[in-house]
């Protein structure tokens, strides 16, 4: 089990409004995860661990700055057009849950799955109305937290328009920071 398990359990879709209470999730984070008294910050990697999609807001990064401290945070950052570009041409064999995007990865022949030759789905919620209030509510959700991290000094915000952009950037801020000198 790790802490963003304990955390996804209580979630539906990530967002804020569908989440059980902040405190409830606090409260139940397993001992192992918490930590009596003091912390003595380092920088060593063998000190860290990564939690992805966790805080969701600043409330619930209050509470984690109790538990544990920050020494460093990304924010991802790629442009809402290519995101909505690559969820809205998101296709997907439902028995299989094989996906195929129409831009960068297009099934052989269109609509139908390259293994079965059944026809493919695009999601309820892969529409670009859903993702456009999915991605508002997101930044507006996402300000406070990441003005909260700011204030600590630990934030760091990569720019991309791909993995294959953003990767690169992030190993290499990661071995700047923390790889043994």
């Known amino acids: 089990m790790t802490l963003n398990s304990v955390v996804g359990s209580y979630t539906t879709n990530g967002l804020q409004e569908d989440?059980?209470?902040?405190?409830?999730?606090?409260?139940?984070?397993?001992?192992?995860?918490?930590s009596e008294g003091e912390y003595e910050f380092t920088e060593?990697?063998?000190?860290?661990?990564i939690l992805d999609g966790f805080p969701r807001n600043e409330h619930q990064a209050e509470q984690l700055d109790e538990l544990v401290p920050m020494n460093w945070v990304v924010n991802m950052k790629t442009p809402s057009d290519i995101i909505m570009d690559r969820i809205c041409?998101?296709?997907?064999?439902?028995?299989?849950?094989r996906t195929y995007n129409t831009t960068f990865n297009a099934p052989r022949v269109a609509g139908k799955d390259d293994v079965t030759g059944e026809a493919l789905s695009q999601r309820e919620?892969?529409?670009?109305?859903?993702w456009q209030?999915?991605?508002?509510?997101?930044?507006?959700?996402?300000?406070?937290?990441?003005?909260?991290?700011?204030?600590?000094?630990?934030?760091?915000?990569?720019?991309?328009?791909?993995?294959?952009?953003?990767?690169?950037?992030?190993?290499?801020?990661?071995?700047?920071?923390?790889?043994?000198?």
């Open 19 to 34: 989440m059980i209470g902040e405190e409830h999730i606090m409260k139940n984070i397993p001992r192992e995860y918490q």
């Open 44 to 49: 060593h990697p063998d000190a860290s661990f």
């Open 89 to 97: 041409n998101r296709w997907i064999h439902m028995p299989s849950g």
């Open 125 to 130: 919620d892969d529409k670009p109305e859903v």
């Open 133 to 181: 209030a999915r991605l508002k509510q997101f930044e507006e959700a996402s300000l406070p937290l990441l003005e909260h991290y700011d204030k600590l000094g630990v934030l760091w915000t990569v720019n991309g328009n791909s993995s294959d952009e953003i990767s690169p950037k992030l190993f290499e801020e990661f071995e700047r920071r923390f790889a043994a000198v």
